[in-house]
């Protein structure tokens, strides 16, 4: 008997916006040798916001577009800016995680453009923002956790909703549509601690149609 059965539930957050426990536990392996290979090319790295603040989140991207943000703004580069080359290619494995959870949650055919790779240190977060950089919003956003357990933070349309907290745990897939897509979002301050598969780090894959 798995008393903790339910986080391997499928549950609706919102119209369009379904999360998949554990949907990728099965090939987190694979998964996060990927992210080793395209940190080889393209290392993860701290960018600055356009107020000047660097994020305590690392980054780096894979596929025909990667998102960046630098004093001019944030927006979507073909090419990463530290090398001068396009980021790697998406893995095959990252591509078909993602049509098929999309798929599952009723977005049929999704063609991911853009893989955001977050790394997080206990100590980093990601504060409250919306999703608007990506020209498409109709697909929805894919998004794969991967290490240490975080606190998603939900919130509304506006930013003084106060937002609900989800915890997300390794192998966790949410996908983010409808009309919840441009929602505030952020991720809780890390909490310390150890994951088999990643140590002291926590992961989160975005999928993302841009253009
Ligand atoms: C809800 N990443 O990269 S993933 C981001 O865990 C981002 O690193 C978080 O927010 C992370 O922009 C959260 C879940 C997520 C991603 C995009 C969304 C939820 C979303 C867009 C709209 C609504
Ligand atoms: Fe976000």
New binding site residues.
């Given amino acids: 008997m798995n008393l903790f059965d339910d986080a391997d539930d499928d549950l609706p957050l919102a119209p369009g916006?379904l999360k998949l426990g554990g949907f990728a536990r099965d090939i987190d392996v694979a998964l996060l040798a990927a992210v080793a290979d395209i940190a080889r090319d393209a290392p993860f790295r701290h960018l600055v916001t356009p107020g000047g603040l660097r994020m305590s989140?690392a980054m780096t991207n894979c596929g025909e577009a990667g998102w960046v943000s630098d004093r001019t703004g944030y927006r979507y580069e073909s090419c990463d800016p530290e090398s001068g080359r396009p980021w790697p290619a998406m893995p095959q494995l990252f591509r078909d995680l993602a049509a098929r959870a999309a798929a599952r949650a009723g977005f049929a055919d999704f063609q991911p453009q853009a893989c955001?790779v977050?790394r997080?240190v206990p100590g980093s977060k990601?504060s409250l923002?919306?999703?608007r950089d990506e020209r498409n919003l109709v697909e929805p956003?894919v998004?794969v956790?991967l290490g240490l357990p975080?606190t998603?933070l939900?919130g509304g349309a506006t930013r003084a909703e106060r937002p609900h907290r989800l915890p997300?745990v390794h192998g966790d897939v949410?996908v983010?549509g409808g009309p919840?897509?441009?929602?505030f979002?952020?991720?809780d301050t890390l909490p310390q601690g150890a994951h088999p598969a990643t140590g002291a780090l926590r992961y989160?894959l975005?999928f993302r149609r841009v253009r």
């Fill in positions: 916006a989140v955001l977050n997080y990601l923002h919306q999703d956003i998004s956790s975080a998603f939900w997300l949410v983010w919840s897509r441009l929602n979002h952020g991720i989160n975005t």
